[in-house]
């Protein structure tokens, strides 16, 4: 079974630039979930799909960033325009939709992101 | 609103020796507790959960919680480590019914020397 992927792995911007990441869920899994890992912090959620529905976007800071889920498949985080505090991992999860299993969730290598 | 708190940043421990990681959690409603490893450059795995049932969760890779309801805890053990083990661990907890997103604690870097 193929795992959560990712793209790029590593990005180095300058401020105020735009930035976007790609994210391919495993094969069959509704939910996606995007987090934000500050270095020396655990992942912070910035937003869950279920399908191509927004079940939380609560902690996204909706004034630079956007996240679509067009085809309830994969997924785009984009940050415009990105500031100095941007720079972290960006990992993206996914898990089933229901059932037991769907507390279990996979993540995919992470993006990292340095602005400068 | 529930929170996850890693009590130690870091943890050097000698290969072959017992380690325990802790971690406490916060939470006026039933969580159910992750652990999550996280090797450098790559993402997190999961090595263990506790949902509901027996309060000893084992795991992959030898490690083995222990949920305990009245001290609010799950720490990590693992009775031998390995050079191997060397990673971040995060401690992360859910709210079941209130959505599937993970809370995580900030992690603890176990570093295993010879």
């Known amino acids: 079974e193929a795992g959560v992927a990712q793209s790029p792995r590593y990005k180095i911007i300058e401020k105020r630039q735009s930035v976007a990441f790609w994210c391919n869920p495993i094969?069959?899994?509704?939910?996606l979930y995007w987090y934000q890992q500050i270095l020396g912090q655990g992942p912070k959620l910035l937003i869950q799909?279920?399908?191509?529905?927004?079940?939380?976007d609560s902690q996204l800071p909706k004034d630079r960033f956007s996240a679509e889920r067009l085809k309830g498949v994969d997924s785009t985080l984009k940050i415009q325009p990105a500031k100095l505090e941007d720079s972290a991992v960006y990992l993206c999860?996914?898990?089933?939709?229901?059932?037991?299993?769907?507390?279990?969730?996979?993540f995919g290598p992470g993006t990292r992101l340095t602005v400068t | 609103a529930q929170s996850v708190t890693q009590l130690d940043s870091q943890v050097p421990v000698f290969e072959e020796a017992p380690v325990e990681l802790r971690c406490n959690y916060s939470s006026s409603v039933s969580v159910y507790l992750f652990w999550y490893v996280q090797y450098p450059n790559q993402g997190l795995q999961l090595l263990l959960k506790y949902l509901s049932g027996s309060t000893l969760v084992k795991g992959i890779n030898g490690f083995e919680a222990e949920f305990n309801k009245s001290q609010t805890s799950f720490h990590l053990r693992k009775p031998s480590v390995h050079i191997s083990d060397t990673a971040e661990y995060f401690c992360a907890a859910l709210t079941p019914n209130s959505g599937y997103a993970l809370n995580f604690g900030k992690g603890t870097s176990l570093l295993v020397t010879p």
């Open positions: 999860a996914s898990s089933l939709a229901s059932g037991q299993r769907s507390y279990e969730q996979y």
């Open positions: 094969s069959g899994h509704a939910t």
């Open positions: 799909f279920q399908n191509n529905g927004v079940v939380d």
